[in-house]
């Protein structure tokens, strides 16, 4: 079957977007069966795995806007200015299980511009038209999330 | 801050399919299983019903085919031909074995099927077993009457007192008095295999509609690509209803036939949020969507619209329909035939298929002739004068409700839901 050709991908999109491997599990079912009722859809404008990801990032998004996770902003705020005082960069040779460790305790609005901007390549005015949000504020969530993630990896 | 652009890279890295990521191939096999069972959910719970009340009712049908109980029947070869004045009467000891002085009458009056082929016309009467009844209780305004030697049923499996013809004239003329003599189901039977009978009432059905989609191959390159994930995935299933006046003509067999004016409502819950920021460019003829302009970001629209659509039809049905008895006056009835749809209006508002933009449901080109067709079956109450039903159902649109002249989407609706009859008989005396 085409569709599991890419389950490993799709299911590190939502590994990354998730909280734990339980919701990732869920989030992996949902967007399957998504893309199967949507497959007439697809044109072939693009690659199929390209598609399939905007699927499963948009369907992130919409059950991150349902409340499904929760943000906390003063959480943020305290870790945030903590890690401006640990601006030095971290090493570049970290085992990824560590780096994905790290941004999944980043705060969901850090962690998921991140995600959105270096991992799956959208720029930031696309970011902030799937998160209804001004560009500006992309671009400073990605700013603080960047350093969020850097204090973070340099304490472990 | 740039110099924390390498923390992109280590994401980047660390994101090219984790450890952690691998999807096993049992975790694969519950996603495959709950893509089939998801999609065919609804319809299975649906079918499911459907059958078994197919099931029962056949059962029942069955059931109810075989022999009555030969002990109470004589064994008498057939003669149609025989009167039943002329019927050779059985021995006194043969009618009267139990018979009393009060005048109080015991019978086992067989309660269904007694005229079938293989019984004999008249069923003398095996006394006590089953129904009791006070001859003095019958309000005749007729002499006193004459101690009976008996009670047989006739041709049409109707009461006569063997020696009293004038209250065998009675009672024949007089079939209101029957019930009091005879199982009310038979008398009814009896009556409906001679004239056949209306139904006449009320029918409400609260339902569930969505909508059945599927692309229209001329002019599916219209559908933008966005379609799906803002406005077709936005719009879901919502209640429905239809009200109106039934009408049933039930002959002599078990068949019946239904039709009736229908007031129907079809809703559809829409939930759309969007924003607008890319704009289709067309081919030269229009028949295509060649790419996508981006728009200016003063130019973005955002769609923001939470509502239902609703569409009126008036409905006229005709359908064919099956009806077994089950004891306690009850009946299984199935029915299945077509419908008739009028769009008589239709109101909310609409994502459209190439530009996204709303558009008030009114404006568009919707089809104002319909065919339908449904499938409901159930369980009805049916005494002498009304019956009572209720009965799921399925109804389908057989065409596109868009225009498929102009509409790169057809549209086919669809509902399920629980129909309630209220019907009064009209029985021809």
Redesign the interface.
Known sequence: ?LF?KY???M??I???YCKN?DD??DL??EG???I???I??F?G?SKIDTWMTR?FI?LALNKKRHGRFKYDHYEFDTKFEQAETEYE??S?D?E??I??KA?NELPEIYKVV??M???DNLSHKEIA?QL?ISIGSSKSRL?RG??L??AL?KRK | ?D?????????????????????SDS??L???K??RH??NRIYAMWFFLALVSVSVGLGLLFHNSQPSNPTAITDAPVNKDQDVQNEEEPSLEQIHKGLNSTETYQTNLPTKNVTKANVPHTHYITPPIENTFDLNELKYDIPPIEKPDGISLNKRGLPIVLNNQELNARLVSDLSLIPLLHNEYTHTEAKNKNNGYWEVGFAFTPSLSSKFLS?NNLLSGL?N?D???FV??SERVAFSNSYGINLQWHNSSKFYVSSGLFIAQRTEMVDYNY?L?EGPIYNAEKTNIDSYFYRLPSDHEQITYKGSNSYHFIEIPINIGFKTPIPRNFESRIQIGLSYLGLLDASGKKGDYSTLELNDVKDLHLQTQNIATSIKTGLYYNSSRFAVGIEPIFGLSLNSLSDKTTSPIKVKPYNYGINISTNFKLIKK
Do not use: F
Request: charged letters at 25%.
């Open positions: 079957m599991e389950a490993n991908k299911m590190a939502c590994m990354r491997q990732a599990k992996l079912q399957y069966y998504k199967y009722i949507n007439k859809s044109k404008g699927i948009n960069p971290s570049d970290i990824p299980e780096v994905l941004l991140l995600n901007y270096a991992v038209q209804g700013s960047r350093v993630l850097n990896l | 801050m110099k924390l652009q390498h923390i992109d890279q280590l994401l980047k890295r660390a994101s090219q399919e984790p450890a952690n990521a691998l999807v975790d694969w519950v996603i495959e709950k893509l998801r999609k692309e559908i690509k379609y799906y994930n077709g995935n924003t920021t």
